[in-house]
T-cell receptor, first 115, second 109 residues
Framework: NAGVTQTPKFQVLKTGQSMTLQCAQD?????MSWYRQDPGMGLRLIHY???????DQGEVPNGYNVSRSTTEDFPLRLLSAAPSQTSVYFC??????????????FGNGTRLTVT | KNEVEQSPQNLTAQEGEFITINCSYS?????LHWLQQHPGGGIVSLFM???GKKKHGRLIATINIQEKHSSLHITASHPRDSAVYIC???????????FGEGTQLTVNP
């Protein structure tokens, strides 16, 4: 049971480049989400999904796109990378989000640097 | 003011000490999570609470819904407990999580 798998672990981009951060879970979780973690700040929600075909914006969605074509996968796309997007990105999943009774499972994170 | 406030921001203890980390929040919630982030960066879920108290080994988490406050206690602390402890609240709708900034705990031998 792999849990939540994030790839890549590290990435360096030049300003203006695009890339996709991959997130996959094998627990049949309905809820998946992306966060960024910056020094001195708590994790901030970028986008989330409550099921296949359903996505919504979080606290800091600008510059990022997501899609949820399957239950398992929730990729995060940076269309035109900017230095302000240098951060550590975490994907997380859980089941039964609306019942509030489901623990979170996190991926190991992706450290992204935009130069 | 942040919706989720943790205190203290940093905590240094000697091995064996009893440790308390606090979390206060200002919004209605469906659940509260305590997470542990290791120096390597991985994040692990410790507890999920919607009421009362939970215990797992040396860790105890409590929540007071009326006072919008939760505490994480570590009994007989050990150097391997050194990590960042993060409080997160799930919105009343269940769809959003808001995180505190974390408490850096260092336990010295």
């Amino acid at each position: 049971n792999a849990g939540v798998t994030q790839t890549p672990k590290f990435q360096v981009l030049k300003t203006g480049q695009s890339m996709t951060l991959q997130c996959a879970q094998d627990m049949n979780h309905e809820y998946m989400s992306w966060y960024r973690q910056d020094p001195g700040m708590g994790l901030r929600l970028i986008h989330y999904s409550v099921g296949a075909g359903i996505t919504d914006q979080g606290e800091v969605p600008n510059g990022y796109n997501v899609s949820r074509s399957t239950t398992e996968d929730f990729p995060l796309r940076l269309l035109s990378a900017a230095p302000s997007q240098t951060s550590v990105y975490f994907c997380a999943s859980s089941s039964r989000p609306f019942e509030g009774n489901s623990p979170l499972h996190f991926g190991n994170g992706t450290r992204l640097t935009v130069t | 003011k942040n919706e989720v406030e943790q205190s203290p921001q940093n905590l240094t203890a000697q091995e064996g000490e009893f440790i308390t980390i606090n979390c206060s929040y200002s919004v209605g919630i469906s659940a509260l999570h305590w997470l542990q982030q290791h120096p390597g960066g991985g994040i692990v879920s410790l507890f999920m609470l919607s009421s009362g108290k939970k215990k797992h080994g040396r860790l105890i988490a409590t929540i007071n819904i009326q006072e919008k406050h939760s505490s994480l206690h570590i009994t007989a602390s050990h150097p391997r407990d050194s990590a960042v402890y993060i409080c997160a609240v799930r919105s009343a709708s269940g769809s959003r999580l808001t995180f505190g900034e974390g408490t850096q705990l260092t336990v010295n031998p």
